[in-house]
């Protein structure tokens, strides 16, 4: 199975600040088809997970540009530009590469 | 507006079984691979089956494998999770997803 690593395991940010969440595979993420198979979602405390970015670099529909994610095969970060209220929550690295799919640990966002 | 609204959640014995649903509006429901991914109490995020457009293909995660059936109708736009055997490990809330969309979630608990 593919292991996601991801670290820190909470970051306490003032709004208007950045953050980077970081998550490493043990396996390379890169498909045949040229395509990083790397997605970041966001789970708000009480909420169900939200799509932040897909395909490593790839904003989903409705999610403000402050974030961004780039990589390479099997590093990668999210970055979070001027923090707001609103970011705080869980964040999750996961893969769609092969069977079975796994997520990351999840890293903790709060506000200082 | 595109959603998921699962339902069938509930409290049952170890051993039992049950049987959660997904309603999905909005989008074409046909066209997306569907997937249930459940998480356990203050636990992270755990990808449990997908099945794919047609339903022709399924995938499961080795702990549900023999136990759980995921299975859709595209002409009702649903997706299915037939549970059998169930054990206290797996208590969780239980989302369907596109990994784009997701739903509400449901709680299923397996308790004597």
């Known amino acids: 199975d593919i292991v996601l690593t991801q670290a820190p395991l909470s970051v306490s940010v003032t709004p208007g600040e950045s953050a980077s969440i970081s998550c490493r595979s043990s396996?390379?993420?890169?498909?045949?088809?040229?395509?990083?198979?790397l997605y970041w979602y966001l789970q708000r405390p009480g909420k169900s997970p939200q799509l932040l970015i897909y395909?490593?670099?790839n904003l989903a529909s409705g999610v403000p540009d402050r974030f961004s994610s780039s990589g390479s095969e099997t590093d990668f970060t999210l970055k979070i530009s001027k923090v707001e209220t609103e970011d705080v929550g869980v964040y999750y690295c996961?893969?769609?590469?092969?069977?079975?799919?796994?997520f990351g640990s999840g890293t903790k966002l709060e506000i200082k | 507006e595109v959603q998921l609204v699962e339902s069938g959640g509930v409290l049952v014995q170890p051993g039992r079984s049950m049987k959660l649903s997904c309603a999905a509006s909005g989008f074409t429901f046909s066209s997306f691979p569907m997937a249930w991914v459940r998480q356990a109490p203050t636990k992270g995020l755990e990808w449990v089956a997908t099945i794919s457009t047609s339903g022709g293909s399924t995938y499961y995660r080795d702990s549900v494998k023999g136990r759980f059936t995921i299975s859709r109708d595209n002409a009702k736009s649903t997706l299915y999770l037939q549970m059998d055997s169930l054990r206290s490990e797996d208590t969780a809330t239980y989302y369907c997803?596109?990994?784009?969309?997701w739903g509400q979630g449901v709680m299923v608990t397996v308790s004597s």
């Open positions: 996961g893969h769609r590469l092969e069977y079975p799919l796994t």
């Open positions: 395909q490593m670099s």
């Open positions: 997803t596109t990994s784009y969309v």
């Open positions: 396996k390379s993420l890169l498909s045949s088809k040229g395509i990083t198979s």
